[in-house]
């Protein structure tokens, strides 16, 4: 039995101890938000925030997580940058299949969070890690750069 701090809530979930994270958000928890790409950390699909920084959940055993706090896309519907960053993606069309978009999400909010003057280099650089197979990210570079702005204007500092 593993007990897990998810999104602001202790949760018991029996796993067994060769499942990673990710493994044990997608199957045991029904938390499907998290995608599963690669599954060796090549692709950023299956990002999440630990101890808040992104981490990649097929990475991690969910046993190496307790004690950790977990954050996951379904758990930041409401959170401030995230909202900025969601309206964005939508309006710039950063998104087509949407297969990478929450691993997109999870790390695009990762890089506002610690500085919002950020460049098209910083951006690209910030995001290096996360693969789209659909969009050229032209639409995902624009949709980070606005919510930069937007967050740098409404005075937005990192945490
Ligand atoms: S599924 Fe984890 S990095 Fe690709
Ligand atoms: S939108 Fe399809 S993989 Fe990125």
């Known amino acids: 039995m593993l007990r897990l701090q998810i999104n602001g809530e202790e949760i018991a979930v029996a796993a067994e101890a060769r499942e990673s994270l990710a493994d ?8 499907t938000g998290t995608h599963l790409g690669c599954e060796h950390g090549a692709c950023g699909a299956c990002t999440v925030e630990i101890d808040g920084r992104a981490t990649r959940a097929c990475l991690l055993l969910g046993a190496m997580a307790e004690g950790r706090r977990i954050a996951t896309i379904e758990g930041l519907r409401d959170d401030p940058v995230m909202l900025v960053l969601r309206r964005h993606f939508h309006e710039k069309h950063a998104l087509q299949c949407g297969f990478c978009t929450p691993g997109m999400l999870m790390m695009a909010r990762d890089l506002l969070k610690r500085r919002t003057d950020l460049d098209e280099a910083a951006v690209r650089d910030g995001m290096a890690g996360q693969i789209c197979r659909c969009t050229g990210y032209a639409g995902i570079v624009r949709a980070i750069l606005e919510a930069a702005r937007e967050l740098r204007e409404l005075g937005s500092s990192p945490a």
């Open 24 to 31: 044990v958000l997608r199957e045991r928890l029904a938390m």
